[in-house]
């Protein structure tokens, strides 16, 4: 089944030539050696990049529901030979049933076996390997600005640009201290595979952002996990089903930055943050004492305070008055609802 290849639109900051750089990509997609080089004349594939088709549904009462939905789809991405597949975690948050497919249509069950809420990542187990080539990891620190790049998602290929590289604070206590940005644009990239000219595997799709550039310019975009967060911890993610590293404390607020100051903006109920009477229209100004300056600030405060569990003090504003709100902080993931066993 081969896929046409749409562009999404055109980054004149980064690139004269848009059309000239999709030759170059078509002409270098993987795979690159003497020995395949045959194939790599051959109409693209999602096959040809180790990707297959996610399909979640969530268990019943899953408290992500609300936000992500109860069936969800998105790509996968096969990185060895015995089943082990790589996606972005929330498509498999609190999940029921997970079937993966490739493109020659054929579906098989797959479990999860990791969840990594730092870095976003989860991974998946098929009961049988899908008929796909595992891809090879790149080396996602080293990919420069203005680099061309291919998207695989399991519904085509797109090319792109890496445009910027800094730091991604996320509203709901999540922060990469360096994420990969893309432009232009495209669609379904919840999982989505980012590739480099040699075929190697570079970052996991997370999100659509209306500021690839940063402060350069309000330009739609996509953000992407860097592999290279996954390398250190895979080890422990497959034999143990999370890290070695204890469970940051987390409270269950999201919040909008307002000049360094945090807007609550929803509260996961029966949160800590609800147990201890945060609620929407709140305005977090300080932790442990400590003024807090933006999301960034804010979460590696909040994370410097001990493990999950420890006792979080906020200095919140209510109205006129300041309070000061003391939030047990937990594991996010005994929050989470799990698949029932029997």
Known sequence: MSYSIGLAGRVKPVAASLALTVMWLLQSAPPVNAADAPRAREPLTVDAFSVVKVIVKAVPDARSRNSLG??????????????????????????????????????VPASVIAYDFSSGFGLLRAVKPPSVKPIAFGDSATVPEREPVLIVGFDGVAPAFVVSRRPFAGYWEYLLDEAIYTAPATVNWQGAALINKEGKLLGVGSLVVGD??????????????????LKPILGDLISQGRTASKPRPWLGVSTQDLQGKLIVTRVSPDSPADQAGIANGDIIVGIRGEQVKGHTDFYRKLWASGDAGAEVVLDVLKGTEIKKLEVHSMDREKYLRQRPTY
């Not at 996968?76 to 609190?94: A, M």
């Not at 940063?214 to 967060?229: A, E, M, R, S, T």
Request: hydrophobic residues 45%; proline residues 4%; aromatic residues 4%.
């Open 212 to 229: 690839a550039l940063g402060g350069k310019g309000q330009v739609p975009g996509n953000l992407f996990v860097p592999i290279d967060l």
């Open 70 to 107: 109860g069936d969800r789809e998105g790509t996968g991405i096969v990185i060895d030979s015995s089943g082990l597949i790589l996606t972005i975690g929330y498509l498999v948050q609190e999940a029921e049933s997970v079937v993966v497919a490739a493109a020659d249509g054929r579906a």
